[in-house]
């Protein structure tokens, strides 16, 4: 007679999925704490692991066939300096509000000059500990040069990114947390990355004046080159 397991220890028996991804590029690592249920560790996921470690796109950590497998469709060109943001609708959950509200980009930068930063995941160690700190410590600098707002993306929920926003003193700094849980602006941008679990967001920075890319920074050699300090150093 064959058992199963209540839905609710699978659900607690969670693994720390990226720990032993040793492979894993910059990019990917800020990931390697993400929980996730037991049931969504499959053998896809380790053929997907093998071919990582031998064969990994720094983006995100798999190799670009493997993604484009996954993804069921080819992959977009990543956004690059002059181009234009694609205006889509994103969600924000400002602390403090009643409810999460949809906002489209143009709203959010036209006339204006801004950063955007993209992270892999509310909480994870990489972003939690480096990526968005840099951008907290970096306000002041940033508006002497102009910035007049900084933006975080990720395809967290809305109420995810409130959560990181408040307890990670972001929002308080004055950074603006934004879900694209559908990721349908992560994809416009051409920085998907998939995994069993979602889609994620390649870790990347911008600025950009009237809704127009000026400069781009991704991590495709070393997670700090997204980070605050290198896109200042870029705006000297």
Known sequence: MRSSLPLAFVTATSVKLFVALGGLSPSSRCCANAFVPLAAVSSTFSTSLRNNNSNSNSNGGMSTSNIAMSSGHSLMDEIKVGATLPNIKVTEYPSGSDNPTEVEINDLVQGKKVAIFGVPGAFTPGCDKKHLPSFIEAQEALKAKGIEETFCLATNDAFVMEAWGRMSGGADAGIRFLSDSNAEFTEALGLIMETPVMKRCKRFSLIADNGV?????????????????NVLKALE
């Open 213 to 229: 890319v000026t400069h781009f920074f991704d991590a495709a050699e070393q997670s700090s080159d997204t980070w605050a300090p």
